[in-house]
């Protein structure tokens, strides 16, 4: 589906947790009527109890407060927040609730990964920011790096209509027929200035492939530089062979990757693609000063994203994930000088030599990794849609007999 650009936004980028919490508890301790917060983690920490304490300020004022967090991501919630926030009249809910940790099934790896909040359908929050707080990394890091969006304008009606659709979701599937919705609020669409964004989402009904092919349509219109920061990368096919395009055509093409991770096995998977970049002239940096969480992309200075979708199978292919797609200049360019000034202060450029001098076992592991990763996304059912090129796919289908 062709991503829908509305005019007449405010976005405010948001670096990090030092600039995105102070901006989410002042929306919260300001609500009127309603809130909507979903998020992947939701962590017992300072982060985590100061949303919370905000939450139950708000309704105790009245405030109708909708919580949906991952059953596999908090998987604290129940027992650290739930009765507390459900004591104080917040609705609390997981998705998809944790039942047995050593059980390999299908489903365990459709998680709700979306970090988004409304509030009083007058402004939002969009990014890849989890309910965490940025220290709670190991003391020799730096806190940890990421972004979000505050939103104002026409795009909020798109975000409360995913939201409660969420909500909907949710508490028919865990019978809780006493949070039904009230009818919806009118979302305040008056324009507050002068940016065009769209809403991508990624779920397994419409929108199973609205996130890639917006990246693969700006990828496939770059002419100067794409410039890419992702938390965990493994691309695809379609998504490897479109930076490869764009590479041959002359697009500086920059990609900003973890140095440091508390997901070994994925960090792995990704270095063995490495060689693959460097063929095509494509840069990789590794992050080094602290974990990068960021999903975000620059493209041509006038096209960018911020959002929770990493560019892997699991987020592309399987995850409920929320980013947004902007087409301004001026964003843009404040999005990409910030990613600059972090690969300068804090990353290190990967070289072909850096992977030859490693030792033999260490080459292994890389491959070892990225082996397992294919396997898991096999068991989905979805390895083909993901490995595969749109040929190798087609030619893997039995022929329609007329």
Known sequence: MTAKYLSGNHLTLLDSGAEYFPALLAAIDGAKREIFLESYIYANDDIGQQVSAALCRAAARGVVVNVIVDGFGARNFSADFLPRLTA???????????????????????????????????????????????????????????????????????????????WEIVAWVNFKRRYRLAPPPKPDRTPRGTQRAALLIRDNIRHRNDIQHAYLDAIGAAREEILIANAYFLPGVRFFHALQAAARRGVRVTVLLQGKTDHPLLRSATQALYSLLFEQGIRVFEYEKSFLHAKVAVIDGEWATVGSSNIDPFSLLLAKEANLAVRDRDFAGQLRASLTAAIEAGAREMRSEDLTRQPWHSRLLRWLSYGVVRLLVGITGYGQKHWRTDEETAASKPEKRH
């Open 88 to 166: 104080a009249g917040v609705r609390a809910m997981l998705y998809r609730p944790e039942l047995g940790r050593f059980r390999l099934r299908r489903h365990r790896l459709r998680r709700l990964h979306r970090k988004l909040a409304i509030i009083d359908a007058r402004l939002a929050f969009i990014g890849g920011i989890n309910i965490i707080a940025d220290d709670n990394t190991p003391p020799e890091l730096s806190p940890r790096y990421d972004y979000a969006v505050r939103l104002e304008g026409p795009l909020l009606g798109q975000i409360l209509h995913s939201m409660r659709r969420m």
